[in-house]
C-alpha cells in the first residue's frame, strides 16, 4: 500500500471513531439520534443535549489532544536525534503539573477553567526554561544538551510537585486523578483557546515538515544545503511546546502517545517527515478517541483516566511493532 | 588537562590518570564528611566529635541509641541505594547507547513499583509489611526478563530492548496509577511515599542485607568492567574485535538489574539518581568504565544521603521521602556543570 493510501484509510477509521465515541457513553445513543442532534437539535431531548455538548466537546478534545501530543514527540525526537525523546522531556507534564499544584494551594483554585490557564503558563514556562540552558554557553542547540537539561528540569519540577503533595496532603485525589490524564469536565468554550492553539501548532509543523527531513540528514547537511538550522531548532521548540503545552492542559499528562505514536507511524507508514507527521496526527487522535471511548464504559459507572487507558492498550501494539523490526530496529 | 602517569614493575604496567585518582579520593573524603555530617544533624545535634566519641566508646545510652540505631543504619542504608542506582544507571547507558537511558526508563523502576503497589493494596493486610523488598525485587526481575524476551529476535538491539522497555514501562505505570486511583486513600498514600522513595525507619538488618547482596554482585561487575566500554561501539564492530555481544549485553543487564532492583527494594522507587549520577560522574573523570562507575556511585551515594538529610531535618517535625529531594540537590549542580561544558 502507498503512504497515501494508507494515510486515507486512517482518515476514514478516524472518522468512524468519531461516530464511536458519540454513541458510547454511560447510554447509548442510536445513530438516527446523533444525526438528528446535529441536523435539528431539539433542546428538550436529554439525547440530544448529551451529543451536543458533553460528547461532542470530549470528542473534539481527544482528536485534538492525540494529534498535538503525537505530532509534538516526532517533533521532538527530531529535534534531539533521539528515539526516547517525547513532549514529556521539554519539562512540559511536569511544569503544567507543578504550576497546577502550586497555583491551587497558594490561591486555593477549584475550577478545571483555573487549573487549564495555570497548566498551560506551567507548560510555557518549563519549556522556556530547558530552551534556555539547552542554548546556553554555545551557539546553537546541542540534541544531547537539552535532551540533559530536559530530563534534568522536568525531574525538578516533579520533586517540586511530590513536596507539596506530601506536605499537603488534601486535594491529593483530585491532583492524582488529573495527572493521570482526563478529558472531561472540560467546556469547550473555556478551551476554545487551547484548540486554537493546537490547531495553529499542527498546521505549522506540517508546514515544516520538508525542512525537518533536510535537518535529520546532519548538522553540516543542513548548513550547507543553505538552511538556517537554528531558525528551524527554534521554531520546532516553539511548536512543541504550543502542542504539547496546550494538550497536557487540556488533558492532563498522557504519556504514552508522546512517546511511542511516532514510532508506530514510522515503522507502519514512513520515515519521510511529510508523511510521518500527517500519519502522527491522525493516528495520535484515532490512539486516544478509542482509548477515551473505552475508559467510559469499562467500569461504569466510574470512569478509567485515559491516560492509563492509552498505555494499557497502546503498549501492546507497541512492542508488536517494534518486535517487527524492519528499516529501523 | 589530564595527567596521566605510567607506573610499571617488571611485567606488570598500568596508565594512571592522576586527575581521576585525585578527584575520586576527594569524592570519597566528601561522602566521609556527609555521612558524618548527617550522622550529627537531625532533632538532636551533635558535634562531629561527639558522633565520633559516641561510636567509638557508648556512655549515653539515649545518644548511642540515636546515632547507633535511629541515623546510622538509615544513613548507610540511603548510601548504598544511592550508589547502587548510579552504576545500574552507568551501565544501562552505554548498553542502550543512550545518554536517557537510566532504571526508571527501562521498566526495572516500574517494575518494581507494579509489584510493590500490588503487594500493599492486597496483600499487606494480610501478610504485613516485610515481604515488600521481595515483592519489589520479584517485579523488577520479573518486567526486565519480560523485556529481554519480548525484545529477542535473533538476538537483541539496543534501540529494541530500549523501545520495548519504553513500552512495557508505560504499561505497568498504567496499571499502578490504575491501582493507585482506585485504591483507598491510606493505600495510597503509604503507596505514594514508596514511589517516591524512602529509607525513613531503617534499622540495621536492612542495610546489611543490601550489603551483602551487593557485595555479591561485585565480582561480577569487576568480572565485566573492561568490557562496559566496548558495549558503545556499534554492533559488528564489538564482534569484530572478538567480543560475544549478546552474552555480554545480557550479563550487564542483569548485573544493572540485580543493583537497581535491590536498592529499590529497600529505598523505594529513588528516581532520577540513576540518571543523574552517571552524567555528572562522566563530567568529573577520564573516560573508562571502573573510575567513572566508582565516581557514580560515590555521587549517588552522597546525593542520597544529602537528600534523606534534607527531607529529614529541615520540615521538622515532618519526615519527608528523600526521593523528593534527590532532583532538588542534584539538579543545580548537574545543570551547572552541563552549562560550564563547552563542546
Known sequence: MSPGVKLCSAGVVLLLCCVLSLAVGATWIPLPQIAAAFVHPDPLSINHVLVTTTRLSRTLMAIFVGASLAVAGALMQALTRNPLASPGLFGINAGATFFIILFSSIFSLSSPDAWLWSAFIGAGVAGCLVWLIGNMGQGSLSPLRIVLAGAAIAALFSAFSQALLVVNQDGLDTVLFWMAGSLTERSLSTAAPLLLCAVLGLAGALLLAGQLNVLNAGEEIATGLGQRTGLIRLLMSVLVICLAGSAVALAGSIGFIGLLVPHMVRKGLSIDHRWLLPGCALLGAIVLLLADTLSRVLILPQEVPVGVMTALFGAPFFILLARRGGRYG | ?343
Open chain 2, 1 to 343: 588537562m589530564d595527567k596521566v602517569v605510567t607506573w610499571r614493575r617488571g611485567g606488570y604496567s598500568r596508565r594512571v590518570n592522576l586527575s581521576t585518582w585525585l578527584r575520586l579520593a576527594a569524592a570519597l573524603v566528601l561522602t566521609v564528611l556527609v555521612m558524618l555530617g548527617s550522622l550529627s544533624l537531625g532533632k538532636v545535634i551533635l558535634s562531629p566529635l561527639e558522633v565520633i566519641r559516641i561510636l567509638f566508646s557508648s556512655q549515653d545510652a539515649s545518644l548511642t541509641l540515636i546515632v547507633e540505631q535511629l541515623r546510622f543504619p538509615r544513613i548507610v542504608l540511603a548510601a548504598l541505594v544511592g550508589a547502587a542506582l548510579s552504576v545500574s544507571g552507568l551501565i544501562l547507558q552505554s548498553i542502550i547507547r543512550n545518554p536517557l537511558a537510566s532504571p526508571d526508563l527501562l521498566g526495572i523502576t516500574s517494575g518494581a513499583s507494579a509489584a510493590a503497589v500490588l503487594y500493599l493494596s492486597f496483600l499487606s493486610a494480610t501478610l504485613g509489611q516485610q515481604f515488600l523488598p521481595l515483592a519489589a525485587m520479584l517485579g523488577a526481575a520479573l518486567a526486565t526478563l519480560a523485556i529481554y524476551l519480548l525484545a529477542w529476535k535473533q538476538g537483541t538491539s539496543p534501540l529494541r530492548l530500549v523501545l520495548i522497555g519504553v513500552g512495557v514501562s508505560a504499561m505497568l505505570t498504567a496499571a499502578t496509577t490504575f491501582i493507585l486511583v482506585f485504591s483507598p486513600l491510606t493505600t495510597t498514600l503509604s503507596a505514594y511515599v514508596w514511589l517516591t522513595g524512602s529509607v525513613y525507619g531503617a534499622s540495621w538488618p536492612e542495610p546489611l542485607a543490601l550489603a551483602s547482596w551487593l557485595l555479591g554482585i561485585c565480582p561480577l561487575l569487576v568480572l565485566l568492567a573492561r568490557q562496559v566500554m566496548v558495549q558503545q561501539l556499534d554492533d559488528n564492530l564489538a564482534q569484530g574485535i572478538g567480543v560475544r555481544v549478546q552474552w555480554l549485553r545480557a550479563g550487564l543487564l542483569l548485573v544493572s538489574v540485580a543493583l537497581a532492583g535491590a536498592a529499590i527494594a529497600w529505598g523505594g522507587a529513588i528516581a532520577f539518581v540513576g540518571l543523574i549520577a552517571p552524567h555528572i560522574a562522566k563530567r568529573l573523570v577520564a573516560p573508562g568504565f571502573a573510575g567513572q562507575a566508582v565516581m557514580a556511585a560515590l555521587i549517588g551515594a552522597n546525593l542520597v544521603m544529602l537528600a534523606d538529610l534534607v527531607g529529614r531535618t529541615l520540615f521538622l517535625p515532618l519526615d519527608l521521602p528523600a526521593g523528593i529531594f534527590v532532583a532538588v540537590l542534584g539538579t543545580p549542580f548537574f545543570l551547572y556543570l552541563l552549562i560550564k561544558q563547552r563542546h
